[in-house]
């Protein structure tokens, strides 16, 4: 990994929303990762963990409270428009809603170009026409479709139409926002393919934020836990899914279904007893010690740093230290 | 839980490689055949299936031919007065009989209508247009402006416009077209400007805006692009619906006698002068009456049809 060139660099990052009554939502609270060129960095957790925030927060939606973002050694906080625009064209983002993320009224065509208007200002009519064909036939869809309108399309084509627009200004980076939750299996596994094929082809840098716990451990190859707006591990995948050493991600990875009746992990199942704590008043000390089968009164009052269990694998968790 | 469960990747007994054969991918398959549509040609399509309102559509039509070469058909103007034909009954010189002043009854009406449904159309645009720029500037800016923006709109939409009519008349000295439509604009665009507002407010949300964002569109070309396309359906929607109640504030207030003056008129001025004689010649009444309520009945359908047919939510 460490060969590897750092594309983000994401240190405390803390995304605070005010809610009713003057009180705030921790929706991210202090969360620190590497993105690293060229991989696929899984994000999974409950609903509600801060998933999506983390995302739309590193493509620059939301303003981070506090925490840092280095993007290709540069902190977006200190770009100027040249580098906002730079960062634009190479960063994008797959939507989870495919009904939601097509304007009704644009053909497909327009959907797609968007992006060229802004960034390659310098290209002809025909020029786009022909980049928007190229796109689309790099989702598998014929030119046909260009002059179609969104509602024309069945959920898997407009989640390619969706995958097309960010890939009609090449970029470098992805962040896959649950590009899957809302289609069906046998579409997914044709997205999730696409997704793959087209790393492979162009490059890319995925982060995959899906609570698709089998497909995270299909398509990653790093992986964050997230848990109340924090991490609680962090590692690649084969150590993340090999060895889960925080207790949540245990739980969480016992709950993935077995299609093997008789298998022996059935028996020591986790289940977690009571509800995800709202992010408006989250528990002190260890976010996860209302809900952990392991808690003790220190995990009540001193909250656990993300520490290294073996190279590459993080965890946060005070048990970790015996 | 460290194992990967592999096992039935090998559990291939009874199976042998020659079961199976590559049935291949037809591509020409995946071609579109069905010819596609624009948003506004499905609209159309959706508008046509709706009989009711096609029946408003077609009522309008005939109403709006009617009010446009009416008067030029009918054998006498519309002003003529003929104190030796007063009241006269129906009949194949005075289609719709004639008034107290003797003019025909048939140009009357068709003239009033003329102002009626100016003032009605003129009116539910005018209203629009305010109402787009003011709730678009509310949605676009936010925060403190925006509060500030919708309690003047709180404030106007709570004065009786009845009032303002009265006040306005007696201040520009004057009762007729003008004065009306200033006096309901000047209270009438509040509604549109909250649908507006909200419309772009929750636009402003979507995926489809944010993803625009995210590729550095600017701020006004997505509004242009992306939030006024739409917002104008339900605007379309709203003007149709506020056409017909238009038309009636005007009717009422002519009825009141705060309208359209002689030798002017409206259908609403029309019905004031038939009250008296209501008894005697019921016939005087009936035909304005019978036209406004007509073209209200006409564009409520036509709003609900075209509500329904814009609504991309209602698409089979």
């Known amino acids: ?214 497909m995270v451990r299909h398509i990653s190859d790093r992986i964050a836990v997230m848990y109340l707006g924090s991490l609680v591990e962090l590692g690649d995948n084969k150590s993340i899914y090999g060895h889960p050493v925080h207790p949540y991600t245990q739980a969480l990875f016992s709950a993935i279904p077995e299609p093997d009746p008789y298998h022996s992990w059935l028996k020591n199942r986790v289940h977690l007893q009571g509800e995800i704590p709202s992010p408006i008043n989250a528990p002190a000390g260890c976010k996860f010690c209302t809900r952990c089968p392991k808690a003790t009164d220190r995990c009540k009052v001193e909250a656990p740093a993300l520490r290294e269990v073996e190279p590459g694998h993080y965890a946060a968790c005070h048990m970790l230290d015996i | 839980m460290s194992q990967v469960k592999t096992d039935w990747i090998n559990d291939t007994e009874g199976l042998s490689p020659e079961m199976f054969q590559i049935v291949g991918v037809d591509t020409t398959k995946d071609r579109v055949l069905r010819p596609h549509i624009s948003y506004w040609q499905d609209a159309w399509r959706r508008f046509k299936k709706n009989k009711l309102a096609v029946f408003g559509l077609i009522l309008l039509v005939i109403l709006i031919f009617m009010v446009i070469f009416g008067p030029i058909m009918a054998k006498h103007s519309f002003e003529e007065t003929n104190i030796a034909e007063s009241y006269h009954p129906i009949d194949g010189e005075y289609w719709f009989g004639a008034d107290k002043l003797g003019r025909d009854y048939f140009a009357r009406v068709w003239q009033g209508g003329r102002v009626s449904i100016i003032i009605g159309v003129t009116g539910a645009f005018i209203c629009a247009f305010v109402g787009c720029i003011y709730g678009g500037i509310a949605s676009y800016f936010g925060g403190k402006i925006d509060s500030f923006m919708m309690r003047i709109v709180e404030i106007l939409s709570s004065i009786p416009y009845l009032l303002v009519v009265i006040l306005l008349s007696l201040w520009l000295d004057a009762k007729g077209i003008k004065t009306l439509l200033i006096a309901m604009c000047l209270t009438g665009w509040t509604g549109i400007a909250r649908l507006v507002r909200s419309q772009m407010i929750t636009l402003r949300q979507s995926d489809y805006v944010l993803a625009a964002k995210l590729l550095g569109v600017r701020p006004l070309k997505i509004v242009t692009s992306h939030l006024i396309p739409n917002t104008i359906g339900l605007i379309i929607v709203n003007i149709t619906f506020r ?24 259908w609403g001025a029309l019905c004031s002068a038939a009250q008296t004689v209501f008894t005697f010649k019921p016939h005087l009444m009936f035909f304005p009456a019978l036209c406004i309520a007509l073209t209200m009945l006409a564009f409520t359908l036509m709003g609900d049809g075209l509500r329904d047919a814009l609504d991309p939510r209602q698409r089979k």
């Open chain 1, 1 to 214: 990994m460490e060969d590897k060139k750092v594309l983000f660099e994401v240190k405390d990052l803390k995304m605070y929303f005010p809610a009713r009554g003057g009180k705030t939502v921790k929706a991210v609270d202090g969360v620190s990762f590497n993105i690293y060129e060229g991989e696929t960095f899984g994000v999974v957790g409950e609903s509600g963990c801060g998933k999506t925030t983390v995302g739309r927060t590193l493509l620059g939606v939301y303003q981070a409270t506090a925490g840092d973002i280095i993007y290709k050694g540069k902190n977006v906080r200190d770009f100027n428009g040249d580098d906002k625009m730079s960062f634009s064209k190479n960063c994008q983002m797959i939507f989870q809603d495919p009904a939601a993320c097509l304007d009704p009224r644009m053909s497909i065509g327009t959907i797609v170009s968007e992006g060229l208007n802004v960034h390659y200002k310098s290209m002809t009519r025909e020029q786009k026409e022909e980049r928007v064909n190229q796109v689309l036939s790099y989702v598998g869809l014929t030119s046909d479709y260009a002059s179609r309108f969104a509602h024309e399309l069945s959920g898997g084509q407009r989640q390619r139409i969706g995958i097309a627009r960010a890939l009609a200004i090449e970029p470098s980076f992805i962040v896959c926002d649950e590009p899957i939750a809302a289609l069906d299996v046998s579409i997914q596994a044709q997205v999730v393919n696409l997704l793959t094929r087209l790393q492979k082809e162009l490059g890319l840098t995925y982060m995959f934020i899906s609570h698709d716990l089998s």
């Open chain 2, 243 to 266: 056409v017909p109640s238009l038309i009636f504030s005007e009717a009422f207030l002519s009825f009141l006698g705060l309208g359209i003056q002689s030798p002017d008129t409206s």
